[in-house]
């Protein structure tokens, strides 16, 4: 499993570019904290360009979540935020760090590589760039 940040989300959402290519093709490897799609809601009128109405938008955030990437409720990565906060600046990416001290999984997906750094999660957490994600899935 790909555990994918906020950012990814959203790249997958508003581009028809490579990322959106990767997931669709590989939809039963990818999966997101809950917080995620909270966060991508809370910050709708930042990305929503096409100024598309509210359930609108809820209709394709629940088709992504339905049909592309996996959604792991707070329950399971709770139990690591604290000690996620610890290894980041940004508590927006505590649940996503989290999620990856909680289950086993092949590493980060993200674009943002100042809060997601190697040299800080060590051999614990792997950070993926899409360049390593394409190596990892089947991808044509």
């Known amino acids: 499993m790909i555990i994918i940040d906020t950012n990814v989300l959203l790249a997958f959402l508003l581009t028809d570019g490579i990322t959106r290519k990767i997931i669709t093709e590989n939809p039963e ?3 997101s904290p809950d917080h995620c799609y909270d966060e991508l809601w809370e910050h709708r009128n930042r990305w929503n360009n096409n100024r598309l109405q ?7 955030i629940a ?11 707070p329950e399971i990565y709770n139990p690591y935020v604290l000690e996620a906060e610890k290894l980041t600046v ?3 990416d505590a649940p996503v760090i989290a ?3 909680s289950i086993d999984n092949e590493g980060i997906w993200t674009f943002n ?3 997601f750094r190697q040299k800080i999660f060590g051999d614990r957490i792997k950070v ?3 360049k390593d994600v394409i190596k990892l899935v089947s991808f044509d």
């Open 29 to 31: 490897i990818f999966m």
């Open 54 to 60: 509210d359930n609108e938008l809820l209709d394709i």
């Open 63 to 73: 088709d992504v979540k339905r049909l592309f990437v996996m959604v792991i409720s």
């Open 90 to 92: 940004d508590k927006d």
């Open 99 to 101: 999620l990856a001290l």
């Open 113 to 115: 590589t100042k809060h």
């Open 128 to 130: 993926l760039s899409t």
